[in-house]
């Protein structure tokens, strides 16, 4: 079966002339990928909103925190809901809290890709510090294949291409001309709805729906600083084999939550999407 999505084609100067676009798309993604402190797969839903030109790739209920998060009036509403959802108050008069209850932010990530400006800008937590880094969009470069599949009723396409020390192998469809994909994957004459590569990372699309969102930037950038990405995925890596002793050199002898000493050790080579910061 075949499907198509009519996209409404902008000449690329419109977007390096407005910050802000609208979206012709809305993705939905499963976002699969391994825990390295359990070794178990966990699943992120994420979104991706993109026109034929500019595409931003996110969680929605981090989205929600963040916008929140960058006004007064929305910092308090915030902290209201999470102390409705999250407390709870026991007959004997003493309250806890379970944050896993509430709309917490959980995911870091948000990435921005523009053709006009031919830039991707990615923006996440590097160990316990708020980063982003720029990469030119040439950097990812596809082999196309005559392999076929049908995702969620579109004839799709494989192609891969070896990136930042993965090989990543896609699936695109031409019915919808956007050509762009979860996370950084981008490039390809149509949508990427399935990705996968050899450390168990995949994403796959789950639905596909016309929209009007606006593109919106990043809430409070000025709180993220600009990072070399392989500089940041290397100091990413040792804070979290050295959790315990940062935290402690920077707050004091303070009870942690997490059990630091029984983490396994981050390897790079099985764990990172980008393990090339390791190679030589």
Known sequence: MKRTIAILSIGFAAFAASAQQTADIHVSYDSKGRNWTTDSIETTRMSLLANTG???????????????NSTPKGKAELRKIIM????????????????????????????FTDLGGNSLRYYSKFGDEQGYYDEPLDEMQWEITDSTTNILGYDCIMATTDYHGRRWTAWFTPDVPVPFGPWKLHGLPGLILKATTDNDRSFVATGIEKSDRKITPMYTPEDHQKKDRKKALSEHEYFKN???SILRAKFGNVQFSDDY???????ATRYADEPDYKMK
């Open 261 to 267: 000493s029984n983490r396994p050790k981050y390897d």
């Open 84 to 111: 409705a959802t999250c407390m709870t108050q026991h007959p004997d008069g003493s309250i806890s809290f379970d944050m896993r209850k509430g709309p917490v932010k959980k995911v870091n990530t948000y990435v």
């Open 242 to 244: 050295n959790s315990e």
């Open 54 to 68: 500019q595409a931003k790739y996110f969680n929605d209920i981090s989205l929600w925190n963040d916008s929140l």
